[in-house]
């Protein structure tokens, strides 16, 4: 199974262009997705994080993400110790999807893989990119967050200029109709790698 990577910092629209792949047949994983899956589902993540922060860690057995994000936004051990308990099993819990599908490549997208090791699991890795004052907005719009809140969880991820350095594509995300043909210029770069191999 060949696993392409797809990663970039808040707001660059991670989401929307694994969709654009989605649409071109690409079996696509989002990890934060399968990640709050699991911690609402898996008994022994639920008992591991109320140990780690506490029974307020669920609210009427749903985690409380307010909490949680305010803790591990401030406390890297804490964000370190959190990722610890689930990272293990999102990555068991992609490779039993990832064994399921039919298609020359998968695309995992996560949003921290560069910072949790997750590339050395790629065969390729895509960064999608945004200039900064537009990935805030975007975040502003879609999360009606605040400005210090978004800058605090950027200051927690790679900057983009460390994330392409290793990866192998990138697709800037600014006009839709541009970032299409970006992806669909990758998808073929990416096919012709594998049939070279």
Same mark, same amino acid.
């Given at each position: 199974? =060949?696993? %392409?990577?797809?990663?970039?910092?808040?707001?660059?629209?991670?989401?929307?262009?694994?969709?654009?792949?989605? %649409?071109?047949? %690409?079996?696509?994983? =989002? #990890? &934060?997705?399968? #990640?709050?899956?699991?911690?609402?589902?898996? +008994?022994?993540?639920?008992?591991?994080? =109320?140990?780690?922060?506490?029974?307020?860690?669920?609210?009427?057995?749903?985690?409380?993400?307010?909490?949680?994000?305010?803790?591990?936004?401030?406390?890297?051990?804490?964000?370190?110790?959190?990722?610890? =308990?689930?990272?293990? @099993?999102? #990555? @068991?819990?992609?490779?039993?999807?990832?064994?399921?599908?039919?298609?020359?490549? %998968?695309?995992?997208?996560?949003?921290?893989?560069?910072?949790?090791?997750? &590339?050395?699991?790629?065969?390729?890795?895509?960064?999608?990119?945004?200039? +900064? #004052?537009?990935?805030?907005?975007?975040?502003?719009?879609?999360?009606?967050?605040?400005?210090?809140?978004?800058?605090?969880?950027?200051?927690?991820?790679?900057?983009?200029?460390?994330?392409?350095?290793?990866?192998?594509?990138?697709?800037?995300?600014?006009?839709?109709?541009?970032?299409?043909?970006?992806?669909?210029?990758?998808?073929?770069?990416?096919?012709?790698?594998?049939?070279?191999?």
């Amino acid at each position: 199974m =060949i696993v %392409v990577g797809l990663t970039g910092g808040i707001g660059s629209g991670k989401t929307t262009v694994a969709k654009m792949f989605s %649409v071109l047949g %690409v079996p696509i994983y =989002i #990890a &934060d997705d399968e #990640a709050k899956k699991l911690m609402s589902k898996s +008994k022994v993540i639920k008992r591991k994080l =109320i140990e780690l922060f506490g029974p307020e860690a669920y609210v009427n057995n749903t985690l409380n993400k307010p909490f949680i994000a305010s803790i591990i936004f401030n406390d890297k051990t804490m964000l370190s110790q959190m990722n610890a =308990i689930i990272h293990p @099993r999102v #990555a @068991r819990h992609f490779e039993k999807w990832g064994n399921k599908q039919n298609a020359p490549y %998968v695309i995992k997208e996560v949003a921290i893989l560069f910072e949790n090791g997750g &590339d050395k699991l790629c065969d390729y890795v895509i960064t999608v990119t945004a200039p +900064k #004052a537009v990935k805030i907005e975007r975040v502003l719009v879609r999360d009606q967050s605040s400005k210090e809140k978004v800058e605090a969880i950027m200051n927690n991820q790679w900057s983009d200029a460390e994330k392409i350095q290793r990866s192998q594509f990138v697709i800037e995300n600014l006009d839709l109709e541009n970032t299409q043909k970006q992806v669909a210029s990758v998808h073929t770069q990416i096919l012709k790698k594998i049939q070279k191999t």
